[in-house]
């Protein structure tokens, strides 16, 4: 996990939106929040 990443993560814990645009579809599919909650990247 990057300093990216990991910012993405932290704003959807604290805001709520789950949705992210990104490329990087690899890592987003392991990443989860505290909850076990996945983001929901966009390709």
């Known amino acids: 996990m990057d300093l990216a990443d990991a910012s993405l993560l932290w704003l959807a814990q604290h805001t709520g939106v789950l949705a992210i ?4 579809l690899k890592d987003f599919s392991v990443y989860r929040l ?3 909650t996945a983001l929901a990247p966009v390709l």
């Open 21 to 24: 645009l990104t490329i990087d």
């Open 34 to 36: 505290p909850n076990g």
